[in-house]
């Protein structure tokens, strides 16, 4: 089952996949320039010109996520197109440029990035390369002076995310994260029922966040070579369960424990860990248990649970699909509070207001920080066998 699968699908077809065998990730080697992967459907014509003062986007990284999911969601945006792209294959770049009506001049290479500094078409980038790629690239595009958008985790190290930050300051253009479930209505609701206290005093959220990855390698996914993942699942999957833990609380943990675990002789864990399990003190009363895996069968899965209620999300983070259940006393109800796609045109519009009025940005480089901060403070946890505490900004007391 793939990472996307898993998402889209959330437990509800946990069994079926670990019967089918459909497991393998299919073996390829990491480097710029990846073949088109597997079932992407290109548009069967270029998309209408866009509305007056709609902002051009480069897309840096045509791989899984930005060919099926965020490049296909530009057409829903009223505010945001795209105006160029950046690949290292150059049949994919030519196939997916004519498809997406980009002119062969808006086609860059990693090699002449640069040169998209004179494009004045492009005013953000959105990064969608793997994770160890982010900080160097973010700091490309701001001093081509484009704004970006960066997928998550932000960067391998809250160090790398400081640069980037620094540079976004630097160059004085806009920094977001691609956090999408910030925009996405069930999420979004779970926010307004906690912060409203349907739930009562919120006492434990749980959240589990699990695939099970095929036969693979460091040197054939780059989702498992420490270089270009960092610690594997909690960077990648876990961190859905990290960000609604936040997000439901409200508040940041000021203390946490966590446990990772890595078999011996799994070449799918040469670099990696395979399992996270994570326990976070909030100052309030409440905590938070984060597990996340690479090796079990997928679940994506989101509860909070009050001194009066309790509410499930079960798949909770998808790209859609994504349920609400709000359990309160004997009532239980079934809450569909809009349609989860709606969530990448909403993020990227998000982005475009804050590039044309000067609207805050919901999920800023600060926020990417301060969750690689909580990563950080967990992987130290987790190597000495002992409790962190924790800064109000995430780092560790002492
Ligand atoms: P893929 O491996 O499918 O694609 C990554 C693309 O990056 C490749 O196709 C390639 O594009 C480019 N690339 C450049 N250098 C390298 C390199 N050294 N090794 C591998 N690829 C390289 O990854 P995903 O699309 O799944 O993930 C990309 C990013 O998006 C990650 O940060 C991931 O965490 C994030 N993501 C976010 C999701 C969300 O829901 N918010 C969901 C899935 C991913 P090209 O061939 O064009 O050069």
Redesign the pocket.
Known sequence: MT??QA?EAGAATAAAVAASGALAQGARP?????PM?DGVTLPASPPPAPHPGSVGFAII??????LK?IMPRFVQSGRCHIAALV???PE??ARVGDAYGVPPEARYS?DNFAAIAANSAVEAVYI????G??ADWAERAFAAGKHVMC???MALSASECERMIAASERADRKLMI?Y?CHFEPYNRAAMELTATKALGDLRLIRTEHSYRLGPATPATN?RIARA?TGGGPLE?YGIYGLQAALYLSGEMPEQLSASAFRPEGDPRFAEVFAHVAVQMHFPSGTVAQIVTSYDSAGINMVEARGTTGALRMHPATG?GGNTLVLETGRERRAMEPGDPEVQFAAMLDHLAAAIREGTPILTPGEMGLRDVRLMEAIYASAASGRSVVLKPDGTMRG
């Open positions: 990472r996307r998402i990491i480097a710029e320039g990846q992967p990284g045509l791989g899984d996520y930005a999911q690949s290292g294959n994919k770049l990693y969608i390369l793997p994770t790629l982010h997928e998550k985790p691609g999408r780059w270009q990648d790209y």
